[in-house]
């Protein structure tokens, strides 16, 4: 497999090829994921619950993430490498420029921040300036306290023609991706047809151009919980290679995620 670059995510989108994504933290699991032939690796805030054992990302540091965007980069051959940008740091474009720059110089080929409108400047000056962005719409986990606990969002009509609008102009304002978070299937295809960037779903249906999902669910090593829309895949495998190419495997083919995985 060849370098992921933007432009080869926007062309799988074109020609109708799945975008299998996985959030990694270190080194050695990154070598692994990118030796199966995983596209994008996400350095995500989710560090916050997976590694620090927190009950939400808040908590989270620019330079946490920093540090792991090394690790995951030093590990990294050809997939494309994401680092998301932590509660707060981005909170004004001059913010947002200084704290991009420290992931991308760890090793960042893009970042992700949360939200719609109100990003719509920031995401103008960070490409202007070479960083390319990822947008996330739906359950914004950095959020989660204005929302009122975890919860699907876009389930109202108003919130989804809102959703599909802002999506667009996440796209207008130079994103270059979009993860969509636990949304109503209907919504996530909707936002996929709207918008000529490459969107990426997290419970959100399987007519989405990828899927991501957070490596301790796919490997079986998340403490209790598991997410209805996530699948352990190394009690079918029982191999942490296997598991993951077949985790690929079934996005490409669009077998992940299965209708029981799906929000309605
Ligand atoms: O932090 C994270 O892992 C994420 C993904 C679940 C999309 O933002
Ligand atoms: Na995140």
Not at 8 to 28: C, F, R, V, W
Not at 58 to 65: C, D, G, H, K, R
Request: net charge negative; proline share 3%.
């Amino acid at each position: 497999m060849s370098k992921i670059t933007t432009s080869k995510l926007l062309k799988m989108k074109q020609d109708g090829e799945k975008i299998a994504a996985i959030t990694a933290y270190d080194a050695s699991f990154a070598g692994l994921f990118d030796q199966q032939g995983i596209h994008v690796m996400l350095i995500g805030d989710s560090m916050g619950m997976v590694l620090h054992g927190q009950d939400s990302t808040l908590s989270v540091t620019n330079e946490q993430i920093a540090y792991h965007t090394k690790c995951v980069r030093a590990g990294t051959e050809n997939a494309l490498v994401i680092a998301d940008m932590p509660f707060m740091s981005y909170s004004c474009p001059a913010t947002a420029l200084k704290n991009s720059h420290e992931l991308m110089a760890a090793g960042a080929n893009m970042v992700k921040i949360e939200g719609g409108e109100w990003l719509y400047e920031t995401i103008k000056q960070l490409t202007q300036n070479g960083v390319p962005v990822c947008g996330h719409l739906g359950l914004t986990p950095q959020s989660v306290n204005v929302f009122g606990g975890f919860k699907i969002q876009g389930r109202d009509a108003d919130k989804a023609n809102e959703m599909i609008e802002h999506a667009k102009g996440l796209e207008k304002a130079g994103a270059q991706l979009l993860v969509l978070e636990c949304v109503p299937v209907d919504l996530a295809n909707a936002i996929t047809a709207a918008v000529s960037i490459p969107t990426i779903g997290i419970g959100a249906g399987n007519g989405t151009d990828g899927q991501i999902l957070v490596m301790h669910d796919i490997l079986g090593i998340s403490s209790g919980y598991i997410p209805k829309f996530s699948k352990n895949y190394i009690e079918i495998t029982g191999n942490l290679q296997q598991a993951v190419s077949l985790y690929i495997d079934e996005v490409q083919s669009g077998a992940f995620p299965d209708e029981a995985r799906w929000f309605k």
